[in-house]
């Protein structure tokens, strides 16, 4: 039994958001609305508490960046400026604190940030081959609902969305 | 009306379809305007080339530098660029966290400005340096002789706070620049699709995507608010950390920083005006943002009015005699023209905002916001100059105006800043359209809302029964005309 | 292991000026010029730019303000209007006061200017990078920079052949000052090892201190109690370290001071005052 891939394109969000509802009260078998996935032009806040929680877990790494690069920056400083005794200059102490703080402020949020820009590029899936379902128009103002299910209920999950103001369904086998 | 009507910032029924066609279509077909304002930073940049050329041959004599004056405009641009940098992605953070919805359409090209006016004055460390080609010893490598720079020096820590930023503050351009890219990638054809399918990194608009994004984007924003004010108060630490008069001020961290955001406000009245007649964004840079934008501008001018005449009584009231010295001589001395420039500019001439006629006048406004950005290279100017001219040692008095060689350098990194904004702003759409699209959506919602509470009003005060909630009626407006 | 080192070695590390520094030094070099008896004859300049192969830029960049003059003498009039208004200048001969805690040394990004164990604010031309810092910090204006090459036009030949071999020749874009001569202390450094011996006081004399006619430039070793220079220092009741007043203001035979001490830069250079019967 193989599994189908289904997009099925809506004027609004008002029509996907319908049709979200009426999977979440079981109006069609096969479909659970975690398998959802919405796509859209925009990001609108309702998609999530729609769709239920799904979770984000980029700030732990965020977290673990700026932890990184604070620490790495304090002893990467002081091991350099204790093995570099050349540096008593002016009077100031070989390892000067204050100076090391600015710098390793510095260094938090240059490996925060990047650990951040990192993860949510692994994170969000992009660059990975997800299906080839796609339509332009989901660029300028359609709203795209994918499910995933079984060839069985492949013709009734399209006559639902059919019923329920589907623009164009488009579907390919996974 | 009410209040959401009237400070509309944008049409909300515009289309969505309508907003890809405008700004991909700006991106192609620009004013003449446009090509000669590159023509022209081409020229100026050539122009700076060639002087850093024989710069580069002769040593830093050409520049006209003498023994007080080891540094001049140079830095002074150096500081004046770094702090255009700073209003346009400190700007967008802030609006961002704060929910500013009319950062929307401008925000973009403000970034652009950051990124752009960073790389300029990055060259400017270069350019002054006596050995430009050992300039990665400033870099914390390991060398075999185990040498290292030394972490003490404020030029150090530019060099940190600078790369931290110049990268951060490109990628959260590049980051809210990824949904647009994928609009570009399925709008357009030829090479453009080609790279704008390579930048959107697989962008398609899914739930997870867009999820994970919204959190990046805000903790990105969250970072760059307090980098971007170390950034600034790092590169003021050039000056307060030293122990000359006039330089070592214990305000001038926040008066670099509110300084900065003064001029890159500043900028980004002058380049929002540019834009908007370059690329016919009417629709789009409206006549409410700019207004927006000179109200922020204002009340960051008189922040830094503020912090300017602390530092002015601080040094008045300090009573020491070289600080005092260097201040009077900046009023009545051989700078007191160019000081005096600086006060008019920077605050005077703000007060002109204050009128509602002049900021909805895109020519006015262009004409001051050059104004401002004029008194904020010179308060750049005033901060190096007079000190070096007039500092403890009177044997090395000396006053300053620069040499050809320096005064085309800087009048070059204007036109090399003008030309990659340009060229950006042809490659890569200036106006944020999916942002748009959600500013149109949201607003939307909110006069729908509006409406609604009206209606509801009215029946109350006909004395009728009241029925249902308060709350949103289930038929929100949809995306008509798709 | 440096991260074995730090954790060591910590409190040692955080030791700054006010606990006696991270250096033990062996030595700090110090001079005293007693302006009393300087002429102002500029001869210190003279030997100064033949020891330290310092360019001669000429007229149009001396006016420009980009000379070389390591040691210059500074000349100040009282008072520069009236009948006699070339007359009685005042000369301060001023070179680099290699400051205990100078403020040339932090700024630099490179750390090509530092302190030496031999209490010597030293410069390494081969690690400038010319970013000039270290200049605009000094106060007293002592650090010159080689804005051209000036060694092309310099030395035309044979005037070549008076270049001293002890020590480089500088190029456009790094930073020199004066050095307290410091080809001459390694020398005598060397000279004593050999002898197995410790350095006398009197073995390094400076070219400028060498060139003075009336003998007003001192200089020796502030850490040796038997120096010329310490008991000139000791008689001035002036230290080494942070500023302190602590003088005797009646006793007019105390003259020292060191310029800019309220700055607490520690200079190294004693200073004797000027006296003058005004009535003459």
Known sequence: MSRHRLLAMFKDFDDAFDVVDKIKAKEVSGVEVDDINMMSPIEHPEVDTKLGKRPVNIAYFTLAGAIFGVTFGFFFLSSAQASFLVQPQGGKPVVPLPTNFVLMYEMLIFFAVWTTVICFIFLSGLGQKRGTLYSEKLTVDEIGIVVEIDESELDSVKNFFKNNKALEIREEKV | MSQVIEDKVIDEKLEWSRINADVIASMQAPRKAYWITVFVCLTMFLCAIAAEIYQYKMGLGAAGLNNPHMWDMYIATFVFWIGMSHAGTLLSAILHIIHAQWRKPIYRFAEAMT??????????????????????????????????????????????????????SALFLFIGMIPDMAILRDHTTGWRKKLYGILCLGWRGDDRQWRNFRRTYMLLACFLIPLAI?????????FAMSIMPGWHVTTFPPYFVAGALYSGCAAIMTLFVCLRYFFRMEEYMTLNIMEKTTKLTFAIAMVWTYLNLIEFSATWYGHNIYDKEVLIAKATGPYAGVFWTMIFCGMVVPFTLCFQKLRRHMPTMFVISILLNLGMYVERWMIVAPTLAQAHSPHQWDVLWGSVIQWAIVFGSFGW???LFLVFVKLFPCVSMYEVKELCFHLKHEIHEEELAKKHAATKAAGKAEEGSGGRAPGTPGLEGA | MSF????????????????????????????????????????????????NNLAVVGKERFEKGQAMHWMRVERYWDNIEGDYAEEGAKFLPMLCQNCGAATCEPVCPVAATYHTPDGLNAQVYNRCIGSRYCSNNCPFRVRYFNFWSYYE?????????????????????VMEKCTFCIQRIRTAKDKAQREERVMADGDVVTACAQACPTGAIVF????????????????????????????????????????FDELNVDPSILYLERVRDTEV
Not at chain 2, 230 to 238: M, P
Not at chain 3, 14 to 29: C, K, N, Q, S
Not at chain 3, 153 to 173: I, T, Y
């Open chain 3, 4 to 51: 074995k080192n730090i954790l060591e070695n910590f409190s040692y590390y955080r030791r700054d000026a006010e606990d006696g520094g991270h250096h033990e030094y062996d030595h700090r070099f110090g001079m005293t010029i007693d302006l009393d008896i300087c002429t102002g004859c500029n001869s210190c300049s003279t030997a100064c730019y033949a020891e």
């Open chain 3, 153 to 173: 036009d310099s030395w035309p030949e044979p005037l070549n052949m008076q270049l001293n071999p002890d020590l480089s020749v500088r190029d456009k874009g």
């Open chain 2, 230 to 238: 170390s950034v600034h108060s790092i590169v003021s630490s050039d």
């Open chain 2, 417 to 419: 800043f003008g030309l």
């Open chain 2, 115 to 168: 990124t752009f006016s960073l790389m300029t004055a990055g060259f400017f460390p270069m350019i002054h340096l006596g050995r430009v080609w050992n300039l990665y010893w400033v870099l914390p490598y390991v060398s075999d002789r185990g040498i290292w720079p030394n972490f003490r020096s404020p030029l150090v820590w530019d060099a940190f706070a600078i790369s931290t930023y110049l990268s951060s």
């Open chain 3, 220 to 259: 020796g070793d502030t850490m040796d109690p038997d120096s010329r220079v310490s008991k000139l220092w000791e008689k001035h009741q002036v230290h080494r370290g942070p500023f302190l007043q602590k003088k005797d203001k009646t006793n007019e035979e105390i003259r020292g001071y060191r310029i």
